[in-house]
């Protein structure tokens, strides 16, 4: 980590009222895990963690996509910026909603294979999730032919959660990278 991590326990008695309404509300997020590295350098803001937890809580429990969809997408976002604290927390979580270990290793490769390259590994719609992944992430911009399947694989709700999945898993790689939170940056995927 490129700054120290927050230290809550010995900066008690500095926190006031809204700060401690803030840690609250992300230690009621994150029960009954522990607090994360990523917590802990969020907190160096308050006001910014508090957004960030209520925002990325939203996009993690409260839209209408799968475990699957969600984690697949995630960790694509993931392999695409080198985000390894970041692929080290969600695949697994994806292998836990059914992605078989050959779908992870296609989702592991730095180049998406073409949809062809990847039957019997990935189905045509986790295929689709990872290629919109990929696009947002290295272009933003999704090529037509494939938000055209992704209409005919998606309801337009999910369409906008899936892209909001993206752009905010985006964010958060981006900010993990940038002050190395895990210390994992430069390493290889677990």
Known sequence: MRIPYRNLTSENADISTEESAIIDRIKQRRLP?????????????????????????????????????????ISRVAVVNEAWYEWGHHAPLGQAAGLSEEGLKVLRKSQLPEESECRGKLSQREWLVAAVSDAMSRSVKVPEDLFDALKGNFSNQQIVELAATVAAYNCVSRFLVALNVGEMNGMAPP
């Not at 990325?56 to 996509?65: D, Q």
């Open 33 to 73: 895990r522990p607090w994360q590295p990523l917590d802990l350098a969020l907190l160096h803001s308050p006001a910014v963690a508090d957004g960030w937890n209520s925002f990325i809580g939203a996009i993690r429990t409260r839209t209408s996509l799968d475990d699957l969809v969600r984690e697949i997408a």
